[in-house]
């Protein structure tokens, strides 16, 4: 089976720089995604991590090892509208097929 | 630009109803997928689909059936409606292949009254 963890809530000031937690346990490992969901919106993806190490895009950063079973989402100068949902999913490789598991997803409130 | 389109945004039915929740997606991806996204519980995957006639139970596939007759469009059925089944579901398309990423539709809110 899978069991994938993150905070439930975080909260931020805007300029500064925030870390956000994933850790996991899974057979099949293919992967782990990150998404951003703004409120009533649809998720939309973020970065993916197959390898270990740090990838970075512009404002936001994510890490990745392995062998610990734990992934986090770096997001610097934080703006008011990086408020949002983050969701952590693994990519489940089942018969050959990719699905993703998400976790219940860290929502981020920046304050001014 | 690309898109994944859900046939409602809202929707409200009544227990024992029949419900068909449909999905387009204008990517020509292989893998479709069907969640639902309750507080607290985060994405649980129904059902998807990896290619036209085909498809896979994901984690909670009770009370749920799905079709794909068609590469782009991918329906979610409930056969009869209860009140647990009232969320918010959400639609995926995807590329086959590992490094892929999911596009989501907008969502439709349902209620089972």
């Known amino acids: 089976g899978q069991n994938i963890d993150q905070p439930t809530e975080m909260t931020a000031t805007e300029g500064a720089i925030v870390q956000i937690n994933c850790t996991y346990q899974?057979?099949?490992?293919?992967?782990l995604f990150w998404y951003q969901q703004h409120a009533g919106e649809a998720p939309t993806f973020l970065s993916y991590?197959?390898?270990?190490g740090l990838e970075e895009k512009g404002r936001f950063s994510s890490f990745l090892s392995r062998s610990k079973g734990y992934s986090y989402l770096l997001l610097k100068e934080l703006q008011m509208k990086d408020s949002a949902s983050y969701l952590c999913a693994v990519g489940h490789l089942n018969t050959g097929f990719q699905k993703l598991v998400f976790g219940t997803g860290t929502r981020l409130l920046v304050s001014p | 630009d690309v898109k994944v389109t859900q046939s409602s945004r809202y929707l409200v039915k009544r227990t024992g109803e029949k419900v068909f929740l449909e999905c387009v997606q204008d990517m020509d991806h292989e893998n479709m997928f069907w969640y639902r996204q309750d507080p607290g519980l985060g994405l649980r995957l129904i059902y998807f689909?990896?290619?036209?006639?085909?498809?896979e139970k994901g984690d909670i596939p009770e009370g749920y059936s799905v079709s794909r007759e068609k590469k782009e469009r991918f329906s979610l059925i409930l056969e009869s409606a209860s009140t647990n089944q009232t969320s918010m579901y959400l639609c995926a398309s995807s590329l086959r292949g590992a490094r892929t990423e999911a596009f989501f539709g907008q969502g439709t809110r349902l209620t089972v009254v």
């Open positions: 689909s990896y290619d036209v006639k085909m498809k």
């Open positions: 899974t057979s099949g490992f293919n992967g």
């Open positions: 991590n197959v390898l270990d």
